[in-house]
């Protein structure tokens, strides 16, 4: 949707390993987002950018890292996986005032 | 952290039957709120940004009205269709880009 790409759409890993999710929009969006979906919880957010490197933790950041090196680029990182942080990981990206795009979203199952 | 519900958590209507839902919110600091519909195996896809104390928006057979003074917003379906059963979130958020989603109300449109 709207140009926002997520890699890979599916992983399985192993507890206590390091994660990389990827994020790439191509509508040079300012606006980046990290979410995850669980159960009766919606969508909450895990980290946020508002620009080249500049981000910020969202309601559920513990155990999570991003980093933004380009306008097109958010990656999500779990330094060290745990099973609780098995979910469906969903990015957006919008521009100031309108409503965020997402990607297709990748399910991330950590044994 | 906006705390933002959403009433009923889901709901089962036949084929034709209107309907509508409900998002609380808290009324201070409001600045806009956003209203996504989410099919399963897809991602959220936006239906209507709202920014003003009375605001009606209408898209189809879907309408939204917004009451910024007491802190919610009705999303109403007229003569709902199987292909409308979706999740349905609304969004509130105090600035301009970063958003909190509500748990969402999940609709079932039975032919």
């Known amino acids: 949707d709207a140009g926002i790409t997520q890699s890979p759409r599916h992983k399985v890993t192993e507890t206590g390993t390091p994660v990389t999710l990827r994020c790439h ?3 040079n969006h300012r606006y980046m987002y990290w979410y995850r ?22 309601e559920v950041s513990d155990g999570y890292s991003v980093s933004r090196s380009k306008t097109e680029d958010f990656l999500l990182t ?10 469906v990981y969903f990015c957006a990206a919008s521009s100031a005032d309108q409503p965020q795009h997402f990607g297709d979203g990748t399910r991330l199952s950590i044994l | 952290i906006l705390n933002v519900e959403q009433s ?5 209507v036949q084929e034709g039957d209107s309907t509508n839902f409900t998002c ?14 989410w099919e399963t195996a897809k991602s959220p896809e936006a239906l209507f940004v709202m920014t003003l104390n009375g605001d009606e ?3 189809g057979r879907i309408s939204a009205t917004l009451n910024t003074k007491e802190g919610y917003s009705y999303l109403y379906i007229k003569g709902s269709q199987p292909e409308d059963s979706a999740t349905y979130l609304c969004a509130p958020s105090t600035g301009g880009f970063k958003t909190i989603f509500g ?7 039975k032919a």
Do not use: C, M
């Open chain 1, 37 to 58: 979906q669980d159960p009766g919880h919606g969508l909450r957010l895990i980290h946020y950018s508002y620009g080249v490197k500049d981000t910020d933790k969202g």
């Open chain 1, 78 to 87: 779990l330094e060290s996986a745990t099973s609780s942080q098995t979910s």
């Open chain 2, 24 to 37: 609380s919110f808290p009324s201070s600091n409001f600045y806009a709120l956003h209203w996504y519909r």
């Open chain 1, 25 to 27: 929009q191509t509508e």
């Open chain 2, 57 to 59: 928006k209408k898209k």
């Open chain 2, 103 to 109: 748990a969402g109300t999940r609709l079932f449109v």
């Open chain 2, 8 to 12: 009923p958590q889901s709901l089962h």
